[in-house]
């Protein structure tokens, strides 16, 4: 377990991702063995400048990365009645699905580039960092997977991209 926490933190560390780390590995149930190793969403330096989002290699170490938030995220916005989704939030989202497709990672660090429907869908990153995580473990050779999507109360997109995972 430790040589594991050793690898992801070079890797993690040599990826220039995080700014901070809060690492842990707590057993999920007890008297199990499964190490969980947890980082912070806050992302500065290189990542911004376009270095490359390369965290394939956790998945050689068997480890399962997952990232918690949401591509479109605006609580100001929110519909709380419901309704249907705002049109901003649905061209960022899709946006977004076709940068994960083409493998368009640029775009995804960049994305205040993408103006206005940006703006809004991200009024603050911590809910879209994580999409970062994810898009840096799709390999060369493979397509992102979407296994969920679809808007709640109108500025909440609740896409959700997996790497590694065969199309359905």
Same mark, same amino acid.
């Given at each position: 377990m430790r040589t594991l926490a050793k690898n992801l933190l070079l890797i993690v560390a040599l990826?220039?991702?995080?700014?901070?780390?809060?690492?842990?590995?707590? *057993?999920?149930?007890?008297?199990?063995?499964?190490?969980? *190793?947890?980082?912070?969403? =806050?992302?500065?330096?290189?990542?911004?400048?376009?270095?490359?989002?390369?965290?394939?290699?956790?998945?050689?170490?068997?480890?399962?990365?997952?990232?918690?938030?949401?591509?479109?995220?605006?609580? =100001?916005?929110?519909? =709380?009645?419901?309704?249907?989704?705002?049109?901003?939030?649905?061209?960022?989202?899709?946006?977004?699905?076709?940068?994960?497709?083409?493998?368009d990672h640029r775009a995804l660090v960049e994305f205040e580039r993408l103006g206005e429907d940006a703006r809004l869908a991200v009024p603050t990153p911590e809910h879209y960092l994580p999409l970062l995580y994810i898009a840096g473990l799709q390999r060369e050779d493979e397509q992102m997977s979407f296994a969920v999507d679809g808007y709640e109360m109108g500025s909440l997109g609740m896409l959700t991209a997996v790497a590694g995972m065969p199309a359905s």
């Open positions: 990826a220039g991702l995080l700014a901070g780390f809060t690492w842990s590995f707590p *057993a999920i149930q007890k008297g199990t063995d499964f190490p969980a *190793a947890y980082a912070a969403a =806050r992302m500065v330096g290189r990542w911004k400048s376009g270095a490359p989002l390369e965290l394939a290699p956790l998945r050689d170490e068997g480890v399962l990365v997952v990232g918690s938030g949401n591509v479109v995220h605006n609580l =100001r916005l929110m519909k =709380r009645v419901g309704g249907p989704a705002f049109d901003w939030a649905v061209r960022f989202n899709e946006r977004v699905r076709e940068a994960l497709a083409s493998r």
